[in-house]
């Protein structure tokens, strides 16, 4: 009932995860990610737990594949699960359980891998790499053009409802957390887009805000100046 992508930025070392679902919140169940540490997605049949655990053991050394070695070992339900992860060297890993739902699949790229259950057909993970490597701009572009690609691709078996983005940076809070958990009606994933062409101009003024409010920028609200 999902579909997502892992990232690591080259350029900046960024970590990122998109996902959307079919599901109500499927971000705040699903996504992972902690600077300088990796990012990581668990999915299908949800177990969130399995999300921390790739990333403490990511921060214990482990590679993505050992992470994932790890997280599955240690669940009594592997079969179910589908587990994405990126480490800080760009090393990615995918565990694809013998139950997972529908039409599954998973494509690795460079620091990126995509993955996807219950979809319309096999290609959806391919569409999001490949567009995730060739399209141009900021690790959250890129994220979000390989979430759009997936539905132009056939997306879900059904409709999506819920869509999320995640980026890490250098600080031990979000660089940036999007995330629609529910719409009746319309898509999801290009209502956070929206909220990406807003949120990504101002993300930078945020960490100064926190780390010394002496240089943050004007609010731009009345009263501000």
Same mark, same amino acid.
């Given at each position: 009932m999902t579909f997502s992508i892992v990232a690591r930025c080259e350029t900046t070392g960024q970590f990122g995860v998109a996902i959307s679902s079919s599901s109500p919140a499927v971000a705040a169940r699903c996504a992972w990610a902690e600077a300088g540490i990796?990012? *990581? !997605? %668990?999915? $299908? *049949? %949800? $177990?969130? !737990?399995?999300?921390?655990?790739?990333l403490a053991a990511l921060k214990d050394g482990a590679s993505a594949a050992?992470? *994932?070695v790890a997280a599955r070992q240690s669940d009594g339900f592997p079969g179910y699960r589908q587990l994405l992860a990126v480490d800080a060297s760009g090393a990615t890993a995918i565990h694809s359980g013998e139950n997972a739902l529908g039409i599954? %699949?998973? *494509? %690795?790229g460079n620091q990126c891998v995509a993955a996807g259950n219950l979809l319309a057909n096999d290609g959806v993970p391919k569409a999001m790499i490949e567009t995730f490597e060739t399209t141009s701009g900021t690790l959250g572009d890129r994220l979000v053009a390989a979430l759009k690609a997936a539905v132009d691709a056939g997306g879900e078996a059904g409709p999506v409802r819920s869509a999320g983005l995640l980026i890490v940076d250098k600080q031990p809070w979000p660089y940036a957390e999007l995330r629609i958990d529910w719409l009746d009606e319309g898509c999801p994933i290009a209502a956070v887009a929206r909220a990406w062409n807003v949120y990504q101009s101002q993300a930078q003024d945020y960490v100064t805000r926190a780390l010394d409010p002496r240089a943050a920028p004007s609010y731009g609200v009345p009263g501000d100046e």
């Open positions: 990796g990012a *990581v !997605a %668990t999915q $299908n *049949v %949800t $177990n969130p !737990a399995l999300g921390p655990r790739m050992d992470a *994932v599954w %699949t998973s *494509v %690795t």
